[in-house]
C-alpha cells in the first residue's frame, strides 16, 4: 500500500482472545502522533464483547482494527497488517506485550536512520508482578555483543538468532522489495520473516534503551508439544537451516555453528516419543545436518548458555508453581 504523508511508522498486532491483553497494549502507543496502528484479529472466539468495546473505544482514536479471513494464526494475520502498512517503518507486538514508557521518545531519533533494521533492547516481566521474567535475556545478550563488540561473528549472531519479529524497527521498503511475508502456520510464523529480512538487509544498527516488555502469562506459555507442533516447528527449523546454509558465505554459515541436538531435546523434553525422534534424526541426516556442534569445546560460549537456561529453568519452576 502507497505511503501516506505524515505517516513514518506502522505497528502491526495480531490479536485473539486476549482484549483485555490489548487494550493495555494500545494504552501504551501514543494517540497524539502520527503512527499508523493496526489490529488484526486472528477470529477471536472468546471475550467478544470485551474485544468489541475495546475496539469501538480504540477505533474512535485511530487504530484500524481489522480480521484475518484465511489461514488462522499470527503470521496470516501479520500478513493482513503488511498489506495495509503505510508507514515508512514497521514495528511488530504482540497483544499481550506492551510498549515501555516512553518508548516513542526513544525510538524517535532511529526513524532518520540509513539502516535497514534497527535492533533494541527489550525486558521482560510476569504477569501480575513487577519481577523479572527470563525471556528478553537471549535476545539481550546478542544485542549487548554486538553493540560492544561489532564484529562479523556477533552481527551474523544477531542477525540469524533474534528470530522474533519484536523490538525492532524494519524499514517497508526492505520487506515489499523482497516479498518477504510471515509462514502461515500455527508455530514459528516468524522465525522466516525475521531471517529473510536480515538477510536481505544491507545495513544494522542496534539502540541502547529498552522500547518492548515481553510478559510472561498464561496465554504466551509455549503450547504443549505434541507430534503436529513438534514436526511443524521442525520443519520451519529445517528451512531456516537449508536457507542460511544456500545463502550465507561458509565463513558467516560457520559463525552460526547450527546443529539438530536442540531439537531433539525438545522433542525429549515434550515427550514426543521415540518414533517421532527418530523420524527427525533421519530428516536431519536426510539434509546433511550436523546433530551435533562442531565448535563443542568453546567453554566460554556454553557457560553462557549453561548460565541462561540455568535462569530459565529456575523462573519457569516458580511461574508454573504461581499457576
Known amino acids: ?14 490479536h485473539y482472545n486476549t482484549p483485555h491483553y490489548l487494550r493495555r497494549l494500545l494504552d501504551t502507543i501514543p494517540q497524539d502522533i502520527p503512527i499508523q496502528t493496526i489490529v488484526i484479529d ?23 482494527f481489522l480480521r484475518n479471513e484465511g489461514e488462522k494464526g499470527a503470521g496470516a494475520s501479520r500478513n493482513v497488517g503488511l498489506r ?10 504482540d497483544a499481550d506485550d506492551y510498549f515501555c514508557e516512553g518508548f516513542y521518545d526513544i525510538l524517535r531519533p532511529y526513524l532518520s536512520e540509513t539502516a535497514d533494521i534497527i535492533y533494541f533492547p527489550l525486558t521482560s516481566k510476569e504477569e501480575g508482578s513487577e519481577r523479572e521474567s527470563h525471556r528478553h535475556l537471549e ?36 520487506v515489499d522489495k ?6 502461515e502456520v500455527m508455530h514459528s510464523n516468524d522465525v522466516m520473516f525475521s531471517i529473510k529480512t536480515a538477510y ?29 507442533s513438534y514436526r511443524q516447528r521442525i520443519s520451519v527449523w529445517i528451512n531456516r537451516y537449508l536457507f542460511l546454509r544456500d545463502n550465507l558465505s561458509r565463513k558467516e554459515f560457520r559463525v552460526l555453528d547450527l546443529y539438530g541436538m ?13 518414533k517421532i525422534l527418530y523420524q527427525t534424526i533421519q530428516t536431519l541426516r536426510q539434509n546433511q545436518i550436523h546433530i ?7 567453554v566460554r560460549s556454553l557457560w553462557k548458555w549453561l548460565q541462561i537456561q540455568k535462569t530459565v529453568q529456575t523462573d519457569e519452576r516458580r511461574f508454573l508453581r504461581k499457576h
Not at 500500500?1 to 495480531?14: D, R, S, V
Not at 472468546?46 to 475495546?54: K, S, V
Request: glycine fraction near 6%.
Open 139 to 174: 535476545m539481550a545478550e546478542l544485542i549487548c555483543q554486538y553493540r560492544d563488540h561489532p564484529n562479523l561473528e556477533n552481527e551474523v549472531n544477531l542477525k540469524y538468532r533474534f528470530v522474533v519479529p519484536t523490538s525492532k524497527l524494519i524499514r517497508k521498503d526492505l
Open 42 to 64: 486472528d477470529r477471536s472466539n472468546e471475550l467478544l464483547p470485551e474485544y468489541e468495546e475495546c475496539k469501538s473505544y480504540f477505533s474512535d482514536r485511530g487504530v484500524l
Open 292 to 298: 551435533f556442534p562442531r565448535r563443542i569445546f568453546r
Open 178 to 183: 523482497n516479498q518477504v511475508f510471515f509462514d
Open 262 to 274: 536442540g531439537r531433539i531435546l525438545y522433542g525429549v523434553k515434550g515427550r514426543v516419543g521415540f
Open 1 to 14: 500500500m502507497k505511503q501516506e504523508a505524515g505517516i513514518i511508522l506502522t505497528i502491526i498486532i495480531p
Open 84 to 93: 495495509h502498512a503505510v508507514g515508512k517503518w514497521l514495528l511488530f507486538a
Open 200 to 228: 536481505y538487509s544491507k545495513q544494522i544498527a542496534v539502540a541502547t534503551t529498552a522500547i518492548y516488555c515481553l510478559v510472561r502469562n498464561n496465554t504466551s506459555l509455549t503450547s504443549l508439544v505434541n507430534a503436529d
